[in-house]
């Protein structure tokens, strides 16, 4: 029986999204974005060798980006078949993309916070200091997470109030240390306010932990996303209603609030490469898995690190060489990218852009441009699944 897997490398966009004018880094619009093919330019410029991709490569990669983005396409025809895929759900998140790539576009807006200090309204600072039962929280602002605790740490771990903080994304993101806090405090109070800030239609409360002394904080694997339940079926409910075993390789439990997934693993980018690899091994007939490398974007891509970025991009190609020659006879795996967050733009956010489509064990040639909602589908198809409404 067939099976499936579903790679999304996280923020790896290929510029061109038709309303990048819409969304921006600050006062700057994303029109002009485009995470691969200014990582290659970048490595062309600053590394004085190409960006080293063989494997994506002749899956279809830079004939996507070329599709994207007016780039000049490969003579050599592509080995898989390959597509560019376009969102049609509001926003430049995790939640949106991935919800839309299981088959569900966001039918909502989601809620943002202003840049304005404070902030967050007062009903919501309230209600984290009774959850927590403290006198007040710290941050109450837009700010990046290696920053903020950086700069508010100490102050942290002398008062006992949690660091709030939140992004150009729709989240709601609580810092706290592990050890003077409390990792499980941290969850539960993440836990305790999700239903209030989904509510709202905040996407996402997100748990920060992290460890060290004044000077040398670091966050730690424990993060947690507690996010909105999807308000329809989606593709891996429609497999696991199918009697299909469903896999989730990194935060794709968190993602979809574990609707329609078996199993879970989480770890660093390395370790859900393992994980995925024994799956392709092991992974029962009939079965779907649905995987997120986050590094890209979280590591590299937040960090405006072309150069990490491109190393990564690197080592997760050869990595996927391998997993490619385990594939069985009527297995199907499609790498895709839920957003963009390009290294050598503006400011720190995700940028709106178009996703490349790769897709090996369904022959050679090209669906074009897609939506995102083509690749559940192309997903369901093979899996013999029937999509589902509401």
Known sequence: MARAFLVVIDSVGIGGAPDAEQYFNGDVPDTGANTLGHIADWCAAERGRALDLPVMGRLGLWHALALSSDRDRPVVPADGTWGVAREVSKGKDTPSGHWELAGLPVPWDWTYFPKSEPSFPDDVVQAVCKAADVDGILGNCHASGTEIIARLGAEHQKTGWPICYTSADSVFQIAAHEESFGLDRLLQLCRDLAPLLHEMKVGRVIARPFVGE??????????????????????????????????GVGKIGDIFSMTGIDHVQKGTDRDLMQHLTSLVNTAEPGSLTFANFVEFDSVYGHRRDPSGYAQHLEWFDAELGMILMQLRDDDLLIVTADHGNDPTWVGTDHTREQVPVLAAGIGQGTRGVIGFVDVAGMIANHLGLTKQSA
């Open 214 to 247: 004044q000077g040398g904080y670091t966050r730690t694997v424990n993060r947690r996303d507690f996010a909105v339940l999807p308000p329809a079926p989606v593709l891996t409910n429609w497999a696991q209603d199918a009697g299909r075993t469903v896999y």
